[in-house]
DNA sequence: ACTTTCATGTACTGTATAGTACATTTTTTC
DNA sequence: GAAAAAATGTACTATACAGTACATGAAAGT
């Protein structure tokens, strides 16, 4: 048995592999896995319309039988590779569960960390193509959704729950919890989406600490200023 | 001279129409304006991509050489498109300036009549196409960014300059303007782009009050609470 | 009225592409 | 080691579409 191994990028994958026996089954996977890959790197970079079935095929080094064997169609393709993005977007966040205090620094991390996952070509990506098939996958709009933003809105509001005083805020915990996510990323996601500017990472925490300053004070329960 | 006048929704075009002399012009304008109307709204419906120009020229009851002479290809439509979007925009914008005192009913108004705008089918749609097609049209992403969100943040800057002491800030008031902003939009914009959620005007004005609440007590100066 | 000029409509071309059918190669089984 | 089964590679089909060329028809000038 040997086998060919090629690097392309972060891509791995097989070719020309004779195999002992009961192997099929590893080369299969490899191959889908290639595909996947692949398309993901087509998809992130020219979006789902402008790329088509036979770019994944090349630059996979597959074939289309396979292909159409694996995904059944270029939409089934789709729904795949976002499903697994929505997946390593769930896994990625749940393993950054840290305890959370609410003191600016922790805050901040937090708030760095997220948008750092956010701003991440991959998240970008996904949400500008899910933005854009919207109608086509409705469903996993939902989950991309569900499995992105809200473990860390629900992750937030379990922690205000246990030290805020929901007596003294402005508004409900939910709120709050919600607010906080959006003036941390709203202007960056937004500029970032449109591909306007790529924030450095001192920037970012720039803006997150503005944002959680802001934040600690408002909830603070103190009475406003008006002018 | 007689013509014939089609209503199409919100789409009003011109066919077989018999004129005076020096009518020319208004017609050949006529027929512009159709094919753009019937343009704005395939590429909102459909998007850019999905959107062919045998669609257009169906719906606008007009022909390709007209489509051709006008703008010159499908990208030149695209072009023509945004330019007019951002326009809107402005004109929508700088219609709006009302006088802003910070009080929390003003900014509220504010708020949701910022938010509104964003949210509109049309403001979502120009997004996400240029969110899409940013590669193609980068300059006309600037132009976006600069005819909607820009105008509002200045005149927010500018009216904070004039109000608010600096060193009492936990940050510069370029950035506690983008917070702002941020904290009112950020979650909406992204459920909404997302096709996800279509928020009432009344869940939207609890959103931006909550907002306004926490940044309000957010720039008040005060001594920030840590947990 | 006749010609010129301009606007419009339509038929066509070349290309790209999703999906299919079949041929080829590799692995398993006996 | 030959036949069967599985996987893979490739050639093809049908279609959709951007862009072009040309034909048709109406208004303007004289």
Request: proline residues 3%.
């Amino acid at each position: 048995m040997y086998c060919i191994v090629h690097f392309f990028g972060r891509q791995v994958f097989f070719t020309r592999i004779f195999m002992c026996s009961g192997v099929r089954k590893d080369l299969k996977e490899a191959r889908r896995q290639a595909m996947m890959d692949a398309a993901e790197a087509l998809f992130l970079e020219k979006g789902y319309g402008r790329t088509s079935l036979s770019d994944i095929i090349r630059r996979s080094k597959g074939s289309r039988t396979t292909l159409y064997e694996n995904f059944g169609s270029k939409e089934g393709l789709l729904r795949t590779i976002i499903k697994e993005a929505c997946l390593k977007a769930q896994q990625a966040i749940q393993a950054d569960d840290k305890p959370l205090s609410l003191t600016e620094e922790s805050l901040v991390d937090l708030g760095v960390r997220f948008a750092a996952f956010a701003l991440t070509p991959m998240s970008l990506a996904v949400f500008r193509i899910i933005a854009m098939e919207r109608k086509l996958i409705p469903e996993l709009a939902e989950n991309f959704f569900e499995t992105s933003i809200l473990p860390i809105r629900e992750q937030l509001i379990r922690r205000f729950q246990n030290s805020l005083d929901a007596e003294k805020l402005p508004c409900s915990i939910d709120r709050v919890a919600t607010v906080f996510l959006g003036s941390i990323l709203g202007d960056l996601h937004f500029r970032h989406s449109l591909g306007l500017s790529k924030d450095t990472p001192e920037e970012i925490r720039e803006h997150v600490r503005s944002a959680v300053r802001i934040f600690l004070n408002g909830i603070g329960g103190v009475e406003r200023k008006a002018a």
